[in-house]
């Protein structure tokens, strides 16, 4: 039996993927107008990715539909105490503990609420991440049990290996690059790329076929192994926002977790001016109906040039401006968003040109980006030469 989108959705949220939970279920969100359990799950996906004003809309919108359930609740619930709306917070977990008396949850968010003196304990709670013990409880992590089999079965390989090999050289490891072995598709899922009609009318961005859906699949697994991740992200997006089956999806979706990654220990790498293999223009990006970024690019790393405006900085140390995009000739103007830094401000000069390096995002039906890196000189020829030599 086929498993649905939110049977996916809700094994993804187990597995604490909740960003690849929330791709996949947006990607469906026409089919499931009006769903109660549609919106409960991406409420409770956007609660804990720290999206607290989405999580709050669609809690409202699975609460039209229904009010009774404990999961809405807990979840609306310590939304209002992360607020310091404790009084809010403890009528919630009361209806909590009138539909589910032992809910236990419910009597520790309130024993905490018993012992606040003032919102800094909120705050301090927030901080540390403790206040995610308040959230609705999601069950047993999958992820455990398997990786608690797969460290065994590795660490009885590891002996073995050692005591049979023990004069092998360092030279002959297996690079850690090779450590993830994309998933090829089943025959079935060959056979039956194309997701059942849920609802008769797709909102999907590509209507593909079957044999298109595999082509795109290949094409990701073998752009990944080439190391051309911005590449492989365009085809893993066309998946995710197409009619392909579920199981695809998620397929996609797990490729996608192992995207701009750190060779050697596994963290999340950004690429640099001179590593970015495949780049893309403004008017490869923009809708221009909408003037909003086509999912089809939606987080892939992007090196624009221009001229910045509006910069403005955190007390944090975080800061963002405006950058007007223009071709790297500096004769013709596509538009200009906004450009989000978490490290602190380098020297840059509104008054020159600039190049910057960042990840692209929709925000608000538009779109910015998450600046990583910037290049600037006081000569445009330097810019250009640099440019030139990346090929963008």
């Not at 206040?131 to 049990?145: A, S, T």
């Not at 997006?237 to 009619?243: A, D, K, Q």
Request: one cysteine or more; aromatic letters at 10%; charged letters at 25%.
């Amino acid at each position: 039996m086929k498993r649905t989108v939110l049977d996916e959705a809700r094994t993804l949220m187990r597995r604490r993927k909740f960003h690849y939970a929330i791709t996949l279920l947006e990607s469906h969100s026409a089919n499931y107008k009006g769903s109660f359990e549609f919106y409960l799950a991406l409420g409770t996906s956007c609660l804990y990715v720290g999206d607290e004003g989405n999580a709050v809309k669609y809690y409202d919108l699975a609460r039209e539909i229904k009010i009774q359930n404990t999961e809405l609740l807990l979840g609306q619930a310590v939304i209002f105490l992360r607020r310091g709306a404790t009084e809010r917070a403890i009528e919630y977990y009361m209806e909590v503990l009138n539909i589910s008396p032992g809910n236990e949850t419910a009597r520790a968010a309130m024993e905490f609420i018993r012992t606040v003196k003032d919102y800094t304990d909120i705050c301090k709670l927030k901080d540390t991440g403790e206040i995610k013990n308040y959230y609705p409880p999601l069950g047993f992590n999958p992820d455990i049990v398997r990786n608690c089999v797969l460290l065994g079965l590795l660490a009885g390989i590891a002996i073995s290996i050692s005591i049979v090999t023990c004069s092998v050289t360092s030279s002959k490891k297996t690079p850690a690059t090779d450590d993830f072995d994309p998933i090829a598709l089943t025959s079935d899922e060959q056979k039956n790329a194309v997701q059942d009609d849920l609802g008769g009318s797709y909102v999907d961005d590509y209507i593909l076929d079957d044999k298109q859906i595999n082509k795109s699949y290949e094409d990701a697994i073998k752009l990944f192994k080439a190391k051309r991740e911005n590449a492989a992200l365009v085809e893993i997006n066309r998946l995710t926002y197409s009619n392909a089956s579920s199981s695809i999806k998620v397929k996609a979706s797990n490729l996608k977790e192992q995207l701009f990654k750190d060779p050697k220990t596994h963290a999340d790498r950004d690429p640099e001016f001179s590593t970015l293999r495949d780049n893309y223009s403004w008017e490869d990006v923009v809708d221009k109906n909408t003037g909003g970024l086509k999912n089809l690019f939606r987080d892939c790393y992007v090196v624009w040039v221009g001229k910045i405006a509006n910069i403005e900085t955190s007390p944090d140390g975080s800061w963002k401006c405006t950058l007007l995009v223009y071709n790297k000739e500096f004769n013709k103007f596509f538009g200009y968003l906004t450009v989000n830094f978490d490290s602190a401000q380098p020297s840059v000069n509104e008054e020159n040109p600039i190049a910057i390096l960042g990840r692209l995002r929709p925000e608000g039906g538009k779109f910015c980006m998450d600046g990583r890196v910037v290049f600037q000189s006081i000569k445009n020829s330097d810019l250009y030469e640099l440019l030139s030599k990346l090929n963008l």
